[in-house]
């Protein structure tokens, strides 16, 4: 099932029962993974809640909504644990359905913060905050495919280059 803007907007606007909180852990990628530098990202704001919106017959998520407010400062630990950073507002809300096959297919509307792989997508290799209106489907093997209708692309490794 595909979800259009609107109705990602609706859901994520929902208040009532079945929002849980769902924390962001910090992370860290080596030069040459995203950045050309070695990268930590940290949660210094993380407000984000799920609401699984359905289950597979055997009981797993086959689709979740997330909405809140969700800043993650990216460091270059490449200069040292106090290199030049930049916080990345990634309070985007989103709908996701899970494939069978391990693959997945995001609705997304505002920024959120994502990785591309080198050939791993249809963005070059790096951390973009992406904004608008936007799907992002990933394959089982990690490969992204963005389609931007309305929007930005920020490349967040030259904030911290």
């Known amino acids: 099932m595909h979800v259009t803007a609107a109705a990602l907007l609706t859901l ?17 990628v080596a030069a040459g993974a995203r950045c ?10 993380d407000e984000v809640v799920r609401r699984v919106v359905s289950t597979n017959p055997d009981g797993s998520v086959k689709s979740e909504a997330y909405k ?4 993650i400062r990216l460091t270059n ?7 030049p950073s930049y916080d990345a507002d990634a309070s985007g809300r989103a709908y996701i359905t899970y ?13 959120v913060l994502v990785g591309f792989a080198e050939n ?3 963005l070059p ?29 920020d490349d967040l490794c030259n904030r911290i280059d």
Request: hydrophobic letters at 35%; charged letters at 15%; glycine letters at 20%.
């Open 12 to 28: 994520s606007a929902a208040t009532g029962g079945g929002w849980v909180p769902a924390p962001s852990a910090p992370w860290d």
């Open 36 to 45: 050309d530098v070695a990268v930590h990202g940290e949660p210094v704001v």
């Open 68 to 71: 809140g407010d969700l800043v």
């Open 77 to 83: 630990t490449t200069e040292g644990p106090d290199g």
């Open 99 to 111: 494939g069978d096959d391990g693959s997945q297919h995001w609705t997304v509307a505002g920024p």
């Open 120 to 122: 791993g997508g249809t």
């Open 125 to 153: 290799r790096g951390l973009y905050l992406i904004d608008g209106l936007y799907t992002l489907d990933i394959t089982a093997t990690g490969h992204k495919t963005l389609k931007l209708y309305q929007g930005s692309i």
